[in-house]
């Protein structure tokens, strides 16, 4: 199975921070890597797929970058409804694996 | 534009099975997939499986071999996913998930979108 690191467990940060998350596979896995975010007590949310696209109502402050084994979602300027927990996702080989989790505080 | 919505939270006996529903509303699964993933109390996300509706034929992760089985009733767009022999660590929210990919039908190179609401499976004697 292929493992997912996920670099900071958790972070404080204030409004307005730029703030960055590290997702390492433990094997090339391409672009085929997406980021999700979730707030408690609701389903995860797709924020990014195939490692930099956007999707469909995803502010742009949210980007995503890398390919092989490491990748980065940034947020540029964080806002109050940021503040949850990010999960990454490689989707390459069978079974589908996400990192651990990045949980974002208000410092 | 799809959304999923899952069946009620159940409270089950260790030893006991449990099945929980995915209906999409306002579509259909077309030919996407359906994949089942869990999160225990506090815990992260970890996949069960997956099916391809059009197909049938389910994928399960190696750890759920043997204890959990996919089904798709196209006729209803509703997906099922049954968990038996239950024990203490199997309490978890459970969630279905549209799983998408521009490379044709499958569950690799993929994304999950939209996910259902979750459903709260506790497991006690």
């Known amino acids: 199975d292929i493992q997912m690191a996920q670099s900071p467990s958790s972070l404080s940060a204030s409004v307005g921070d730029r703030i960055t998350i590290s997702c390492r596979a433990s094997?090339?896995?391409?672009?085929?890597l997406n980021w999700y975010q979730q707030t408690p007590g609701k389903a995860p949310k797709l924020l990014i797929s195939a490692a930099s696209t956007l999707q469909s109502g995803v502010p742009s402050r949210f980007s995503g970058s890398g390919s092989g084994t490491d990748f980065t979602l940034t947020i540029s300027s964080l806002q109050p409804e940021d503040f949850a927990t990010y999960y990454c996702?490689?989707?390459?080989?069978?079974?589908?694996?996400f990192g651990g989790g990045t949980k974002v505080e208000i410092k | 534009q799809v959304q999923l919505v899952q069946s009620g939270a159940e409270e089950k006996k260790p030893g006991s099975s449990v099945r929980v529903s995915c209906k999409a509303s306002g579509g259909s699964f077309s030919n996407d997939a359906i994949s089942w993933v869990r999160q225990a109390p506090g815990q992260g996300l970890e996949w069960m499986g997956g099916i391809i509706p059009v197909f049938g034929t389910p994928n399960y992760a190696e750890k759920f071999q043997g204890r959990v089985t996919l089904t798709a009733d196209r006729s209803t767009s509703t997906a099922y996913m049954e968990l038996s022999s239950l024990r203490s660590d199997d309490t978890a929210v459970y969630y279905c998930a549209r799983t998408i990919t521009n490379y044709g039908m499958g569950l690799a190179l993929s994304w999950f979108d939209p996910w259902g609401q979750g459903t709260l499976v506790i497991v006690t004697s």
């Open positions: 996702q490689q989707s390459s080989t069978i079974p589908l694996t």
């Open positions: 094997q090339s896995i391409s672009n085929f």
